[in-house]
């Protein structure tokens, strides 16, 4: 009777099209997830998928300053840190990643946001900088003045799906499935900086400009 049952699995599982001759080891305890049955011989290497994409405006560096009448030169003015914005492709099991993914995920992200990001383990300053700017005030007053650096900012999260060989828990057999590794990454791009007015609106100006006006000019 014991035999019949393991005869009727055998079987079972071949008839689902898959092969069921490989070394016995247990799958892996940080495996995210197993999909649909694969073939190995036709499925190919690793496949990766860029799941969720995103990208904003990050202002690293910001300092606002007084502009007295009549002021217009180019002038050169100290900016404040305010955020590091790193890049970083890390899996969600939290594995070390292999040293080749990081490369391979960053710049399909990049496809999917229209950037060219930066490198896994870059990183924006991390000290004061400062900004060279020509201003102008045509005013009897004082003006307030933006002085920024920033980036465009990239985040999500992405999928790495193999063809493995997955056992039935418990037995030394089972068959091929696709095997599902989800992961996170995130990257800037395009630096930049500028100093803008506080006030004399936002038309012509672009998204980094903005936040450096939402977050240097007095309430």
Same mark, same amino acid.
């Given at each position: 009777m014991v035999h019949r049952i393991t005869r009727v699995l055998a079987l079972a599982v071949i008839t689902a099209g898959v092969l069921v001759s490989a070394p016995f080891t247990s799958p892996p305890a940080h495996a995210d997830g197993w999909g649909d049955a694969c073939n190995p011989n036709t499925y190919g290497g690793a496949r990766y998928r860029i799941v969720t994409a995103t990208k904003a405006p990050a202002i690293t560096h910001l300092s606002t300053y007084a502009i007295g009448p009549g002021v217009s030169r180019t002038i050169t003015k100290a900016v404040s840190k305010q955020l590091?914005?790193?890049?970083?492709?890390? %899996?969600?099991? $939290?594995?070390?990643?292999?040293? &080749?993914?990081?490369?391979?995920?960053?710049? /399909?992200?990049?496809?999917?946001?229209?950037?060219?990001? @930066?490198?896994?383990?870059?990183?924006? &300053?991390?000290? !004061?900088?400062? +900004?060279?700017?020509? +201003?102008?005030? &045509?005013?009897?007053? !004082?003006?307030?003045?933006?002085?920024? $650096?920033?980036?465009?900012?990239?985040?999500?999260?992405? @999928? /790495? #799906?193999? *063809?493995?060989?997955? %056992?039935?828990?418990? $037995?030394? %057999?089972?068959?091929?499935?696709? #095997?599902? /590794?989800?992961?996170?990454?995130?990257?800037? =791009?395009?630096?930049?900086?500028? =100093?803008? #007015? *506080?006030? =004399?609106?936002?038309?012509?100006l672009g998204t980094l400009a903005r936040s450096a006006l939402r977050l240097g000019c007095p309430a």
């Open positions: 590091v914005i790193s890049a970083a492709v890390t %899996y969600d099991s $939290k594995v070390n990643v292999e040293a &080749s993914l990081p490369a391979k995920i960053l710049v /399909k992200a990049g496809a999917e946001v229209h950037l060219t990001l @930066q490198a896994s383990g870059n990183h924006t &300053s991390t000290s !004061n900088s400062s +900004v060279t700017e020509t +201003v102008s005030n &045509s005013t009897t007053r !004082n003006v307030q003045y933006v002085f920024y $650096k920033g980036v465009t900012k990239a985040s999500g999260s992405f @999928q /790495k #799906r193999t *063809c493995s060989y997955y %056992y039935f828990p418990g $037995k030394n %057999y089972g068959y091929y499935r696709i #095997r599902v /590794k989800d992961g996170k990454w995130r990257s800037y =791009a395009i630096p930049g900086s500028g =100093a803008v #007015r *506080c006030g =004399a609106g936002t038309t012509g």
